[in-house]
Structure formats: C-alpha cells, structure tokens
C-alpha cells in the first residue's frame, strides 16, 4: 500500500462497490486488518461508536449478514437495533418509505438494509436526508460487503489481483455477490472468468464481445484451467422448478468445483464460497473442508471489514485531510 | 355550443394534414366549427381575437390511448381531470381505454362514462371497449351492444387479449359490427402485446440495464411474439389488428411484413418510447454503459412503464417507423397514479406515465433534432389516429371549412420546464420532472370553445370588433 | 517554515532520550518485565530509541509494542477521520511494567484514550508514561513519569516533533498554528 493516498472521504451510503476507487478499496481493507486484530483479542470491545445508533432492517431472511453486521457494531461500541421482517410494520402493511421516513425520525445514524427487491436501498437512501444506508443485499443486484470481504480474502491468501485469474461458478443471473464482486474484482485488477449454465447467465455477459471486461466460458473444465481463484456461487434450489435447469444432479454434473477440476487450477488456487453453503452442490463436501476452502476465513474478514465501514461511514467528517502512511 | 362567441386566430402558420397546407393564415371559427381559413379573414363582430404572432395553429392533437380511471380509481384520475390535463396538453379527442373498475364491457358502463365524459365537456371522448367481459381473457364481451353505445375499438388493454382462439374470435366478430359513430362496419381490436410467461409483467428492458441493476427484464421476444401472432391471427379473420405501444425494432419489422402483405394492420407507438430509452430506468438520460456508477437517481420507478423503455436502438428504429407509416400513429398510453403508487421499490412501484401534459413538448424533441418534419409529427398526432379508428368522416383532426373547429395553437420554440406539481392530472408521474422541454401547447379550441390557455393575457376579449 | 522556532535539534533528542532511559532504568532498578508501547504515529520510534538505549545499558532485550488510539478517542466526530493503524503487542501485557511513550503530552486525552486502549489487552502490574516534550495546558489529571522537556506554549502554536523515521530529520520545534502541516 503506498503512502501519501489520501483518505477518500465524503462517503454516506454504501449501496454498490460501482463508486469505489481502488484507493478507497486499499484504504478500506487497511483499517478492515487492524480490525481483525481487534476481533483477536480478548476484550474485542473498542468504544469508537459509542453513542451512535445502527438499525438492520432485514426483510429478507439472512441470519449470517445481520450477525455479522451486528457483532460488528457492537464491538465498535455502537447501539445496534434490529427490526427484521416478522417482527416489523412491513408485514402490516406499511411502505419501505415510510419505515425508513420512521427510522430516520428516531435519530438512527445508520441503517443496514437487507431486502428483496433490487434497488430498495437505492429507495430508501434517495428519501433519507440524515442517515446514512448501507445495503446488505438487494434482490439480485448488489451485496457490496460480500465484495470486499471476499477481495480481503483473496489478498490475505494471495496477494495482489494484478493478472491473476478470478473465476465465478454458478447461477450468476440471480447472484447480487457476483454483481459486486465483479466490481469490486475489476477495481482491483483481475481477469474475471463466468462459468454456468448458459440459462443462468445473463445474455449479455454471454456475448463475449471485446468491449466486455468479462469472459463466458460455460465449460468448467476449460474455464478452471490456470485460475488462481475459484469463487462458487449458492444455487437455489427452486431453479430446477422454475425450469431454469434440467436438474441439479446435472448440474452438479457439470459445474461443481471438485478436486479432480481443481487440478488445472493454479497450485495455489483458493476456494471461496458466500455461504450458506449447499454441501455436495456447488463444490464438493470434501473441497469445501480441506485446506484451499477460504470460506471461514470469509467469515471472520466479514466481521473485520463490516467494523472498518461503519466505523468510516460513523465517524467521517468532510475536513479530512489527513494522510495514508504505514 | 351554439351561443358561444366566433373566434378569430389571427397570423398564425396553419399546418393542415389533411390537406397538405402550411401557410401563414387566420382561422375563424363560428358555432363550434371552421367558417373560414384564409388570409386577412375580417370577422364579425363580437368575435374574440387571439393574435397568434406566428405560432402554429393545427388540428387539435387525438389521442386513442387514454387511461381515465373513473370508475374505479378516482384517486389517480378523473374523467374530468383526464380532460383537463388533455386540454393542456393540446388534446381535443381522447380515448378511455377499458381497464376502469368495473371495465367497459357492459354498455351500462359505457354510458356512465359517455354520460361523465359530456357533463365534463372540456374535450371530446371516445370509448374502447373491453374484448371480454371483465376483462378476464375468458369469455367474449357483448361487442355489439358495446358499439351501439359508441365504443370505437375493443381492448383488454392493461393486458393482453389473453388466448389466440379468444383474439380470433374477437377479431372474427368484431368485422361485422356496426361503428355507430362512423356509420362504417369493422372495429378495431386493439391488443397489448405481452407474453407474460416472458415478460411477468416487468419494467425494464431485458439487456445489460437490467443486468446491470439486477432486474429481471423484459425482452423484446415478450412482445413480438404476440403482435406476431395477431398478425396471423388478422391474416385468417380479415378483421382489424391495432399493435397499442409498439416498442422494438422486432415488432416493426412484423408489422412493416404485414402491410406489405395487405393485411389489415395498424399500430402505435407512444411519446416515451420515442424519446427515451432503458438507460432512463437507471436516471441517466443519454447513452450510458456498464462500468458507470450508479446514483442515487437509479431505479427511477418513474421511468417504470409497460412496454419498457428499451435500447436506444430501438428508440431510433421507431422513429424512422413513424416517419415512414409503418407505425401509424402517436398515442399516448397516459397511465396516471398517485404519489404512494409510485414511491415503492422498483418492482412494487406502478407500472405507467403520466404523458398527455408533456407529449408534445417531448415529441418537439423529434422535430428540433432533426428526426422527424413537423408536418409528420402533427399528422401522426390529429389524422393518423382517426384513420386508424376508421372515422375519418367525423370531421375530426382537420381545419378546413366546416370541420369541428378543434384547433391547437403552440409556440415550437418556447424552453419550459416540467414541473409534475403544475399538472391538472391527478397523476404527477413523469421521468421527466425537471427536464426542459422545447415546444409548448399555448392554446386549445375544442368544438369552438377555448378549453386551455396557457396565459390568459394572451386572450385579446373584445365585445366588439369593428 | 519561516516563523518556527527550534527547541532541540538531534543532538538534543539524543541526549534527552538517552536521560530518560537512564531514568527509567534507575527507577525499576533494571528492566526486568518492562514493555515500551509507542503510542501512533511518532511514540513508535521513539519508543524503539528508547527500548534501544535501555537495552544498551542493561543489555538484555526490550519488549516493543504499539498503540493505535483512534478507536478509544472522545472526539471522533468532531475533528478529521483518523486513519486507524495496527496496535501490535510482543506478548502479553499482564504483569508487565509498561511505559506509554509518546511525542507530546498536551491536553491528556490522548494518554487518557491510550489507558483504555491498553486494559483492553490486559492487567499490567503498573503503567508509566514517558514523553519527548511536555507543553502543559493538561485538561486531564494527568502527568508523565519522564519528560525530555517541559517548553510552555501558547495554545496558538503547536509543538512539532520530527523524527527521522517519518520526517527525515530529528528535531523538535514551536509552530504557529497558522503553519500547521497536515501530516500529523
């Protein structure tokens, strides 16, 4: 990391990885490692966002994201308030803008939104004048801290992205953690290889034209061949009723990442899952417990790079003016 | 009608499609219709005289695609208020399509409306009736009855006409029924083409935009497989298929077919769609691409309408479309809503625009870049559509001698911005909100009476002219 | 920087440095247990110069840490987003005689965050603090242990200490504040 980058401030919402520079990235995973030693020690408590007030609005279920988010800000000190979608007027019938409108009323700092429909975030941020949003997953669309816990992994494990292979396995259309870690994976400099079923992709990244930053390779075994990371996707299971798949035993067949594939892969390739994991679907039982599986890894930079972004977001103030030396 | 004051339009350009004029000229209007339209006409006395200063004075503009709402949602518009807005916007003839609550599809209903549209009385209304009864797709509705009560067209609009068999039938019947407005026999059947098993009723063209914002899209196939199917579904009855809002190259092409082949094809296509493109779902109004950031402008569920917009290729193609006739005509497809149907997440948020008051500021854009004459643009907006209806004897969408003095008085040149807070729509949804328009409606003359003026001093209100 | 003024140069800090080692170790009678924790940016080389001249006169090696105290400040939101930077600890902390080390000793609240940042990592037996300059204006019941020199100040200027690591020179001055540099 060089010196003498300033600090990218002016930041209120983290909606998509599509706005980060890759200084901003760098400096953002920098303060995700102190972090992390943070989380090592025994006390694991700072007191920097003391006083602050986070909500998670979850309205979808998600159990791992909200945890993370709330350990999170909790550890940070700050008061961490969760409404999910059971327990919250969503179900009597109450709009996503007036729930934020009423959030924002009661002085929330920051508010983690998880939901189901592409775009809500976007929603709520563009009626919220005070608060800041984070988006913790919407729809299909974005799922921008599973991005950049997962370029942390990867630099852990293997160093700078620069003309290394990353490839993506699986139902990419419905994937919102392909979507923003391909953005986060081009800011960052590597080749992106998609592997899938072809109806599972979406139609324009299958063109493969040259303008496109991406290529489509549907067989998995050519597509594997020198990668440095393989990145599987979670599969739905209801894909195969809706008719988007012939089976999963097909698939399984066909794009699962297995130990036999992982032998045209670079030797010291690494495996990354966004978890919940499907066993014996997208990779292998025995891959996903051996020791190139990055997925726990995954997990715990979660947590670290979840308290260098609110602690950001919580603690910014637009005079910063100070600089990057390590 | 008949003791209302004469009207003098005084030195304005009048541009006549119907019969090719474009002069400098005075229109004179007595009784609700045109006396005369010549040069230097002296008029008599008691006559209002609107000093025109060379604005274009042209048949008021005819819109066979109006959502009114009433009955049913009153809430997002009235036919009163549905008037008020056409009026401004320079509309003398609107259509309410049947997807009111209950639907058009009993003559009771069409009355309430007919009964509605004349107690308002700003601006001529004409009804579409619906294909079946309740619109449900299942069962034929009573057409016939339907056309004795002064529907013009048949439509399940807001949805498509659900089976081939049920759009065969309809056209089949539809052939021997009486236009009791025009006198002539064979209705329209006007389908909204949408595959729903392709599109699941969606707002965004299928491509990289939709990708991009991780939306489901909508691709073009949803609707040119349908309009390809009522093409060959007119081929076998010869009864009248009218494409509504025809949105991508495929479907021209389809169409374009079809008339060479003389099957009796016709179609539409809206302001939006000519003017604007997927890219606006995003908030960008321009060509755009993938690696551009997202703002907050993003997922503009005003920019949410049914067909989506599509790509900017699509949006050129139906331009040239409707220059050369293979489209017909411009209709508006004015879906007006509240403001809590509007402000929801992309997928949740209603699907439509409110269109009439900003068509033809939007459509000038056409004119002023080069793509379309002028004279195109109002005869796609006045004598086209009437064409389309078959009721070309009406008298409607002309300024000669004896024709419903329905005139439109516009200024091409005049910069305004849209502010959705000065609509008479109930509806303020518009993607437009902010932008600035270059052309605008000043006046409107429906059956000889001034129904919109833009800025009341421009009315020169004389007791007597001498 | 024209209207600075020189308080030491390197001769200076040397010498003042290497007195203060001397006290430390004539205090704890040696340096048994002892742990240096430089506090973020310019307490981490001076605690290593410090840690390097008690290890000269005891001979034996001296345990070196560091303190980031951006996540235990009181005034997060009222003044530019700090950088947080790596708190590291050689081992342990319980039971060791630790000594903050850091550049200036002004307000206190800087030692007061340092404190709750160091029981976070464990019960040492006793802390200390040694600083390079001691400026006064305390707002905190605080004091330092060992001070290389106490210079009265006028709360319009800033005392800044360069040290080679960071600054390429070893010196100390009194700036105005119009003349702060941004690099703090």
Same mark, same amino acid.
């Given at each position: ?326 | ?466 | ?34 742990? @240096?924790?430089? $506090?973020?940016?310019? &307490?981490? *080389?001076?605690?290593?110069? !410090? /840690?390097?001249? #008690? ?59 340092? @404190?709750?940042? $160091?029981?976070?990592? &464990?019960? *040492?037996?006793?802390?200390? !603090? /040694?600083?390079? #300059? ?51």
């Amino acid at each position: 990391m060089s010196s003498n980058q300033k600090i990218t401030p002016n930041r209120k919402h983290v909606l998509d990885l599509d706005d980060f520079s890759k200084s901003e990235i760098d400096n953002l995973l920098h303060s995700a490692t102190v972090m992390k030693e943070v989380l090592n020690r025994d006390i694991k408590k700072v007191p920097s966002l003391r006083g602050k007030v986070i909500l998670t609005l979850f309205l979808e279920a998600s159990t791992r994201t909200r945890v993370s988010f709330e350990e999170a800000g909790k550890l940070l000190s700050a008061d961490v308030i969760n409404i999910s979608g059971s327990g919250s007027s969503a179900e009597k019938g109450e709009s996503l803008l007036n729930t934020a409108l009423t959030l924002q009323a009661m002085r929330a700092d920051l508010i983690i939104i998880r939901h189901p429909l592409s775009g809500a975030p976007y929603f709520v941020a563009r009626h919220l004048d005070h608060t800041s949003v984070v988006n913790a997953g919407d729809g299909r669309h974005a799922h921008p801290t599973q991005g950049l816990l997962d370029l942390m992994t990867i630099y852990e494990k293997i160093g700078s992205l620069n003309d290394k292979k990353v490839l993506i396995v699986g139902d990419v259309l419905h994937s919102r953690v392909a979507r923003s870690n391909i953005h986060g994976l081009q800011a960052a400099g590597a080749e992106i290889i998609i592997s899938g079923p072809p109806t599972l992709v979406p139609l324009w990244l299958q063109s493969n034209d040259k303008d496109s930053p991406i290529t489509y390779q549907p067989n998995l075994d050519v597509a594997i061949q020198g990668t440095d990371v393989v990145m599987a996707l979670r599969l739905q299971t209801e894909r195969q009723a809706s008719g988007m798949l012939p089976s999963i035993r097909e698939y399984t067949r066909r794009w699962q990442v297995t130990e036999n594939r992982m032998v045209s892969a670079n030797n010291s390739a690494i495996i990354m899952h966004p978890g919940p994991l499907n066993e014996g679907i997208e990779i292998s039982s025995s891959l996903a417990h051996s020791e190139v599986a990055a997925i726990n890894e995954q997990v715990t930079n979660g947590v670290a790079l979840r308290m260098a972004l609110l602690y950001q977001l919580l603690t910014f103030n637009s005079e910063s003016t100070e600089e990057l030396a390590i | 009608m008949n003791n209302l004051r004469p009207v003098l339009i005084k030195g304005a350009r009048v541009i006549n499609p119907s019969t090719s004029l474009d002069s400098q000229g005075d229109i004179l209007i007595v009784d609700g219709k045109i006396l005369s339209c010549e040069a230097n006409i002296t008029p008599p006395d008691d006559t209002m005289l609107i000093e025109a200063n060379g604005m274009v004075a042209c048949p008021g503009f005819i819109d066979i695609h109006t959502h009114l709402r009433e009955p049913g949602r009153e809430d997002k518009e009235t036919i009163e208020s549905g008037q008020k807005a056409a009026a401004k916007g320079g509309f003398t003839t609107i259509t309410c399509m049947p997807n009111t609550e209950p639907a058009i599809d009993n003559a009771p209903v069409a009355e309430f409306i007919n009964k509605k549209a004349q107690d308002s009385g700003i601006i001529s209304t004409l009804l579409v009736g619906a294909v079946s009864k309740g619109r449900q797709g299942i069962e034929l509705s009573e057409m016939e009855e339907l056309a004795n009560s002064g529907v013009v067209a048949f439509s399940d609009d807001g949805s498509p006409v659900a089976t081939g068999h049920l759009m065969q039938m309809a056209l089949t019947y539809s052939k021997e029924l009486l236009n009791s407005l025009s006198g002539n026999y064979g209705l329209p059947i006007i389908d909204h083409c949408e595959d729903y098993s392709l599109t699941h009723g969606l707002g965004v063209h299928e491509g990289w935009v939709a990708d991009r914002l991780g939306l489901l899209g909508y691709p073009s196939a949803g609707e040119e497989a349908i309009v390809a199917r009522d093409i060959a579904l007119a081929e076998l009855t010869g009864g009248h298929f009218h494409a509504a809002h025809v949105s991508s190259q495929g479907s021209i092409d389809l169409i374009r077919q079809a008339k060479l082949r003389g099957i009796k094809v016709t179609a539409e296509v809206t302001p939006h769609h000519l003017t604007m493109s997927e890219e606006w779902v995003m908030g960008i109004h321009g060509e755009s691409k993938p690696s551009h950031p997202l703002s907050l402008k993003a997922y503009d569920p005003m920019a949410k309408v049914s067909p989506p917009l599509r790509s900017i290729a699509d949006q050129k193609a139906l331009v040239s479309a409707l220059r050369e006739g293979i489209i017909d005509c411009i209709a508006t497809d004015h879906a007006p809503h509240t403001f809590s149907d509007k402000a929801q997440p992309f997928d949740e948020a209603a699907v439509g625009i409110s269109v009439l008051e900003t068509a033809f500021g939007s459509l000038m854009s056409l004119v002023h870049s080069g793509q379309l004459e002028l004279h195109t643009l109002i005869h796609r907006l006045t004598l086209a559509p009437i064409q389309v209806l078959g009721l070309s004897n009406l008298g409607l969408g002309n300024i000669s001698v004896g024709s419903i003095a329905d005139v439109v008085l516009f200024d091409p040149e005049l910069q305004w911005e849209v502010n959705p807070n000065d609509f008479l729509s109930k509806g303020k949804n518009t993607p437009l909100a902010g932008e600035v328009l270059k052309g605008k409606v000043k006046l409107t003359i429906a059956k000889g009476r001034i129904v919109f003026d833009s800025e009341n001093k421009m009315l020169d209100v004389r007791n007597s002219f001498a | 920087m024209a209207n600075e003024r020189l308080l030491l140069n390197s001769s200076d800090m040397r010498r003042a440095l290497l007195r203060m080692s001397h006290e430390i170790v004539e205090h704890y009678q040696g340096a048994e247990n002892l742990m @240096l924790v430089g $506090l973020h940016r310019r &307490g981490v *080389p001076l605690a290593a110069r !410090l /840690a390097s001249c #008690i290890a000269d006169l005891e001979s034996s090696e001296i345990l070196i840490g560091s303190l980031d105290i951006n996540l235990y400040r009181d005034d997060l939101t009222s003044r530019p987003q700090p950088l947080v930077r790596p708190t590291t600890m050689p081992a342990s902390i319980d039971s060791k005689k630790i000594i903050l080390v850091d550049d200036v000793l002004f307000t206190g609240r800087s030692i007061r965050s340092a @404190l709750d940042a $160091l029981v976070d990592h &464990g019960r *040492p037996n006793s802390v200390q !603090l /040694a600083v390079l #300059i001691d400026r006064g204006h305390r707002e905190l019941p605080i004091r330092a242990d060992y001070v290389g020199k106490n210079v009265p100040t006028s709360t319009q200027e800033i005392v800044e200490v360069r040290v080679s690591e960071i600054d390429g020179k070893d010196e100390v001055a009194v700036v105005p504040i119009s003349e702060r540099r941004i690099n703090s």
